[in-house]
């Protein structure tokens, strides 16, 4: 299994430009999660899902947006990036997070943004 | 929703002492305590996990305790070596009917050789 991926590694963009960053796993896990990194400080939560068809917002959902047509993919994307948008992005996915019995989450190898 | 604290925020050490990271939670009801790993520009990856129904789990040099009624948990890392240094990240499951773990602000363990 390759676990979670993502694409790309790395991207500079403009102010004011729009992209997608990739998220897709194949271990048929239901719950979805998009998380971005600042410097030296800790996860915070974008956008989430919690099976096919189903998203909603998390801690800090302005300037982006999800979709989920499939299980295994969960695109997030910018519009009208912004210098604010510069992070570290984490997609990361569990089997099974519902209330008190939640279980692992694995994390995808991260997108590098900036936005100049 | 759930409240989770952690602390310290930093922690210093030299190599061969112990490290405790304690993490504290606020719903009663939580049963999946978590800790995970993040080395400099990598992913956060899971070391060691707990559930309600034991009080200690201990995987060679790294040990989770939980203390159900004060509702918190800690880290132990003994015999520390440099390559323990990381951010370590305690989380908490959903509650209240929410789908959102809730993670812990994060220690950054330094190791001096």
């Known amino acids: 299994n390759a676990g979670v991926t993502q694409t790309p590694k790395f991207r500079i963009l403009k102010i004011g430009q729009s992209m997608t960053l990739q998220c897709a796993q194949d271990?048929?896990?239901?719950?979805m999660y998009w998380y971005r990194q600042d410097p030296g400080m800790g996860l915070k939560l974008i956008y989430y899902?919690?099976?096919?068809?189903?998203?909603d917002k998390g801690e800090v959902p302005n300037g982006y947006n999800v979709s989920r047509s499939t299980t295994e993919d969960f695109p997030l994307r910018l519009e009208l990036a912004a210098p604010s948008q510069t992070s570290v992005y984490f997609c990361?996915?569990?089997?099974?997070?519902?209330?008190?019995?939640?279980?692992?989450?694995?994390f995808g190898p991260g997108t590098r943004l900036t936005v100049l | 929703g759930e409240n989770v604290e952690q602390h310290p925020s930093t922690l210093s050490v030299q190599e061969g002492d112990s490290a405790v990271i304690k993490c504290t939670y606020s719903d009663s009801a939580s049963n999946y305590f978590p800790w995970y790993k993040q080395e400099l520009g990598k992913r956060p990856q899971l070391i060691i996990d707990i559930r309600s129904n034991v009080g200690e789990k201990k995987d060679q040099r790294i040990a989770v305790t939980l203390n159900k009624t004060a509702k918190h948990f800690s880290l132990h890392i003994t015999e520390t070596q440099p390559e323990d240094s990381a951010v370590y990240f305690c989380a908490a499951p959903p509650s209240g009917g929410s789908y959102i773990p809730t993670f812990g602000r994060g220690t950054s363990l330094i190791v001096h050789p």
């Open positions: 990361a996915s569990s089997y099974l997070f519902e209330g008190p019995r939640g279980n692992e989450q694995f």
């Open positions: 271990m048929n896990h239901n719950y």
């Open positions: 899902s919690v099976g096919a068809g189903i998203t």
